[in-house]
């Protein structure tokens, strides 16, 4: 869409938020249990929370290639 004659860029679309909220609501209950119950107990949280943010990586670069191949 174009506003004046300036291209606006590509909005992303709601599941790139909710993966970025999830990543970090998750990033933040992993830190509150590795001081409650220690490190060891929250990893799967931490490696879930950054597998996450490499999906929302993933997806936006997909995204951009898709958008410049038009």
């Known amino acids: 869409m174009t506003i004046k004659g300036k291209e606006s860029e590509p909005q992303p679309s709601k599941p790139?938020?909710?993966?970025i909220g999830l990543a970090f609501a998750l990033f933040v209950i992993g830190i509150h249990q590795s001081?409650?119950?220690?490190?060891?107990?929250?990893?799967?949280?931490?490696?879930?929370?950054?597998?996450?943010l490499l999906l929302h990586r993933y997806l936006k670069q997909k995204n951009r290639t898709e958008g410049g191949s038009k």
């Not at 790139?16 to 993966?19: A, E, S």
């Not at 001081?35 to 996450?52: K, N, P, Q, R």
Request: net charge negative; aromatic share 28%.
């Open 35 to 52: 001081i409650t119950v220690g490190f060891e107990y929250s990893y799967w949280i931490f490696m879930l929370s950054i597998s996450l």
């Open 16 to 19: 790139n938020f909710i993966i």
